[in-house]
């Protein structure tokens, strides 16, 4: 490929990638949402994240199919207990690569 | 020195601090990403003018992929967009903290929202004490490690070990922990695994990508609805 061809390319994917993320802020920032609008999407974060989250836990990504007692849902169940009770983001992903690694160690 | 300069210095650490975590998970996917685009062809400059020009991870290891497949430009573009529709969930959940803040500055932050820094600005933003600068902060320094990650990854990333001290569980980690401050009542909790269960189950019976916007968007419509029936009998 030719440098004019990754200029398309990537200038292409740039405005699929900036539209989705721009319009919503640029029209809906300077409008008065309505209330249940508002409510909707308080619920959003703690749904999307959870997600992201829940099938790469819970499921195998290379035959897309359900796997229980994956290494990353073992560690992700002390790691979500230590953010419990600590609430400390630093402290939490420290904790969760600390016991991924020790736990590819064992299990590896 | 002045006091201005002393609140943007203390703006800037505050920005720092809060992407920190982000930083760290977005080194060693960057450098894989890098790695990738090197097999499949890339030389280091493309990838460089890829991660300036479409700051979206996920997007990124897809669109290797598909060239690595010999697929056309369109298609790659087509389905970076269908890949990246969940951020206008996550723009437009932003802009309730946005609120008349000037086009110029909402044009700059557009470009920097990915999954990680909605995640840690908004959080910050509900948490309080969190200004736009700050969160741009965020975007812009998160944005820079990955640009950087991504080079090193085509340049030398085959010479790096993989999985070093559990690095690759950092990202993970650290949106566990921010789905737990994101819990703030029994309808977040009843969202939260309701949106778990419906993403699993979305994810093992429909291919692509749509697992993520799909779940979301069902498990708060019925948290939204489940509270106002819940407040309508109370």
Redesign the interface.
């Known amino acids: 490929m030719t440098f004019n061809d990754y200029l398309l390319l990537f200038g292409g994917m740039g405005l699929a990638t900036y539209l989705p993320r721009a319009l919503p802020l640029l029209y809906l920032a300077h409008k008065k949402m309505p209330q249940w609008l508002i409510d909707w999407l308080s619920l959003i974060p703690v749904a999307i994240l959870s997600a992201l989250i829940a099938p790469s836990l819970l499921a195998d990504a290379a035959t897309r199919s359900f796997a229980f007692g994956k290494l990353e849902l073992l560690v992700a169940i002390p790691t979500l207990l230590f953010s419990l009770k600590t609430r400390s983001l630093g402290g939490t992903v420290l904790v969760g690569m600390l016991l991924y690694w020790l736990g590819g160690m064992v299990w590896g | 020195m002045n006091e201005t300069s002393l609140k943007d210095q203390q703006t800037l650490r505050q920005g720092a601090v809060a992407a920190?975590?982000i930083c760290?998970?977005y080194f060693p996917i960057g450098l894989a990403l890098g790695v990738l685009a090197q097999k499949a062809?890339l030389p280091w400059w493309?990838v460089a003018?890829?991660s300036v020009?479409?700051?979206?991870g996920s997007?990124q290891f897809i669109?290797v992929a598909m060239?690595a497949a010999g697929s056309s430009?369109?298609a790659?573009?087509?389905t970076?967009?269908v890949v990246?529709?969940?951020?206008?969930?996550?723009?437009?959940?932003?802009?309730?903290y946005?609120?008349?803040?000037n086009?110029k500055f909402?044009?700059l932050?557009?470009?920097g929202?990915t999954?990680e820094s909605?995640?840690v600005n908004?959080?910050k933003f509900r948490e309080g004490n969190w200004g736009r600068w700050q969160a741009l902060i965020v975007n812009h320094m998160a944005n820079s490690v990955w640009i950087m990650a991504t080079i090193c990854g085509a340049l030398i990333g085959q010479f790096v070990p993989q999985?070093a001290?559990?690095?690759?569980?950092?990202l993970?980690?650290?949106?566990?922990?921010?789905?737990?401050?994101?819990?703030q009542g029994r309808?977040?909790v009843i969202?939260?695994?309701?949106?778990?269960?419906?993403?699993?189950l979305w994810?093992?019976l429909i291919?692509g990508d749509s697992?993520?916007v799909g779940?979301?968007?069902s498990?708060?419509?019925i948290?939204?609805l489940l509270?106002k029936r819940y407040r309508r009998s109370q």
């Open positions: 920190w975590p760290l998970g062809g493309a003018m890829m020009m479409v700051f979206a997007a669109c060239i430009t369109a790659i573009i087509l970076t967009f990246n529709l969940r951020h206008v969930l996550m723009s437009s959940a932003l802009a309730v946005l609120q008349g803040v086009r909402l044009a932050y557009s470009y929202v999954d909605f995640a908004l959080t999985g001290l559990g690095v690759d569980y950092a993970t980690g650290m949106f566990i922990c921010l789905l737990v401050f994101q819990l309808i977040y969202t939260g695994i309701l949106a778990a269960g419906l993403s699993t994810y093992l291919p697992y993520i779940a979301s968007m498990a708060a419509t948290g939204y509270k």
